[in-house]
């Protein structure tokens, strides 16, 4: 067992006064920088850094940073749910462990598509027909994969292709 427990501390953010949810941050008994890469080719990281070692990962709908000695998790409901991530993660991360003799393990970060690429393709009118406040949030969203070329009504016929292929290169999950 690699990971033997860790301590969770529950927070509000500091940026955001009204926010109602909480971030996490798991502070570990044991230095898992060593899974780290194994972990990025069976949990399917988007962003893997090797020094110093830090793995990024998107799922249960939360952006989660893996570090050596600490986990974070963003914009969670409550404590409970923040628990349940961290207990999954831990589990994660041991049997990955175990397995690793079995797992080709990976230092590549997944390909992401550019911000700039998106926006460039947008009409730039801010008609928040497409249920954003501006066209620079819907290509923030389209980035994360949350829209897509389909959202934005005032897209014309040539654009809105041109957005589609330049997504359909790109994994979301």
């Known amino acids: 067992m690699l990971l033997t427990g860790y301590r969770v501390e529950i927070f509000k953010s500091k940026c955001d006064a009204k926010a109602t949810g909480v971030h996490c941050f798991a ?4 230095d898992i920088s060593e899974v780290l890469p194994y972990l990025n ?6 962003v893997y850094t090797a020094d ?3 793995l990024m990962i998107k799922n249960y709908g939360k952006l989660i940073t893996l570090h050596a000695r600490k986990i974070a998790v963003n914009a969670l409901r409550d404590a409970e749910e923040a628990e349940k991530i961290i207990a999954w993660l831990q589990r994660e991360i041991n049997e990955t462990w175990q397995r690793r003799d079995e ?17 460039k393709l947008l009409p730039k009118t801010n008609c928040r027909e497409c249920g954003e406040k501006t066209c620079t949030v819907f290509a923030f969203r389209a980035v994360e994969g949350s829209v897509d070329q389909d959202d934005c009504p005032a897209l ?8 589609k292929n330049y997504l359909s290169r790109f994994r979301f999950d």
Do not use: A, Q, Y
């Open 156 to 163: 014309d016929g040539v654009k809105r292709k041109t957005l």
């Open 27 to 30: 502070h570990l008994n044991n």
């Open 41 to 46: 080719s069976v949990l399917g990281g988007h």
């Open 103 to 119: 797992i080709e393990p990976t230092c590549e970060s997944e390909s992401r598509p550019l911000f700039l690429e998106v926006f």
């Open 52 to 54: 110093p070692p830090s």
